[in-house]
């Protein structure tokens, strides 16, 4: 039995790597809409009593090509395996110069584009007013 193999182009673009230095303003301008977005609007107040999973931070980090924005969620249940545990929600994909791709993550932990080709502060826009990334 023979096998013949063929080259198929895909729609996924090829991965970009950036260096330490092109990743560090990236960073910082994801911090700041963090700080005046996401911790505005989803950290609820301090409260004594609560019995369910609360969002307590968010945080920005680099993993490979991808720019990944995380929840820190608290766990005050007594039953709790852990006290507090990460959920990334969204990533943007870095694949050309100043060029992103929009993921969310679903609640079966697939991740799925929501929008293609934009610039930075186009992917801010889009995660201030698409609900797929609000809490």
């Known amino acids: ?12 673009p090829p991965k970009c790597k950036l260096t330490r230095w092109q990743k560090q303003p990236l960073v910082a301008e994801a911090e700041e809409f963090l700080r005046t977005f996401y911790r505005q609007q989803f950290l609820p107040p301090p409260s004594a009593n ?11 980090c680099w993993h490979g090509s991808y ?10 249940s007594p039953d709790a395996f852990a006290p507090f545990f990460d959920h990334h929600f969204a990533r943007l994909g870095y694949f ?3 060029r992103y791709n929009l993921w969310t993550r679903r609640h ?10 934009l610039t930075l502060h ?9 609900p797929w990334f609000h809490f």
């Open 1 to 12: 039995m023979s096998r013949q193999w063929i080259w198929v182009k895909t729609g996924i």
């Open 50 to 60: 609560r019995k369910f999973n609360y969002v307590t931070d968010f945080s920005v």
């Open 67 to 76: 720019l990944r924005f995380t929840a820190r969620y608290a766990c005050p």
């Open 96 to 98: 050309d110069s100043d």
């Open 108 to 117: 079966n932990n697939e991740w799925i584009v929501i929008a293609e080709d």
């Open 122 to 130: 186009e992917c801010f826009a889009e995660m201030r007013d698409n």
